[in-house]
């Protein structure tokens, strides 16, 4: 299954977009990407799922070039309830089934 | 619709000694995930079911840890005997199926501390 690398952390403030870049350049043909939210004493929470190209939803876009081997979260207009930790996934089939693998994520802290 | 449910939220237990969660997946979801999410790393997924079989346990610690899902709906892990290292969130999670497009529902997760 594809590795994935995002930053560790990020500092954004109050109004900005920010952009989180995960690098997966194992990705399979049939893999596909998905990004998860999770906040402190909670579990994570879909954000957005692609495939390729440009995927936008009411929360954010996911971005994904060509060679699909990385692909950038963007939120627009942050606040400070988007201080959180932003998880990219990329899944692959398994036996029965299909399967994903969390990395560390990146910490984004978002400031006043 | 409801959410998934996890239970105990929090739980502490000596070395040596075993314990279990419970988990509740939303109605109708197919597929069951446990996690295991260690303090400031991703979770890492110990088992997945599909219905009332394994799909997948490679990273489940088969000597002290344990899963069931009776009749394809509720899940229980245990651990016995827990050690130290098993001090982590247990995350539970359920899709609707197993394919690529499925997301995932995780409950609050249990908290454990080994002691």
């Known amino acids: 299954l594809a590795k994935t690398t995002q930053p560790i952390s990020m500092d954004s403030y109050e109004g900005q977009e920010v952009n989180i870049t995960c690098s997966h350049n194992n990705i399979a043909t049939n893999d596909y990407i998905t990004w998860y939210q999770q906040f402190p004493s909670q579990g994570p929470r879909f954000i957005i799922q692609?495939?390729?190209t440009k995927v936008t939803n009411e929360v954010a876009s996911l971005f994904i070039p060509a060679d699909r081997k990385s692909s950038t979260l963007s939120l627009p207009r942050v606040s400070l309830s988007d201080t959180a930790v932003y998880y990219c996934l990329v899944g692959g089939p398994n036996t029965g089934g299909f399967k994903t693998i969390f990395g560390a994520g990146t910490r984004l802290f978002v400031k006043a | 619709e409801a959410g998934v449910a996890q239970s105990p939220r929090y739980k502490i237990i000596e070395k040596r000694q075993s314990v279990a969660f419970w988990c509740n997946p939303i109605?109708?979801?197919?597929?069951l995930y446990w996690y295991q999410q260690i303090l400031g790393q991703g979770p890492k997924l110990l088992i997945q079911?599909?219905?009332?079989?394994?799909?997948?346990d490679s990273q489940l610690p088969k000597d002290r840890f344990s899963a069931e899902r009776l009749k394809g709906v509720d899940s229980t892990l245990k651990i016995q005997p827990a050690k130290l290292e098993d001090s982590a969130v247990y995350l539970c999670?359920?899709?609707?199926?197993?394919?690529?497009?499925?997301?995932?529902?995780f409950g609050p997760g249990t908290r454990l501390t080994v002691l």
């Open positions: 999670a359920s899709s609707l199926g197993s394919l690529p497009t499925d997301t995932q529902y």
């Open positions: 692609g495939y390729k």
């Open positions: 109605s109708g979801h197919a597929t």
């Open positions: 079911f599909q219905n009332n079989g394994v799909v997948d």
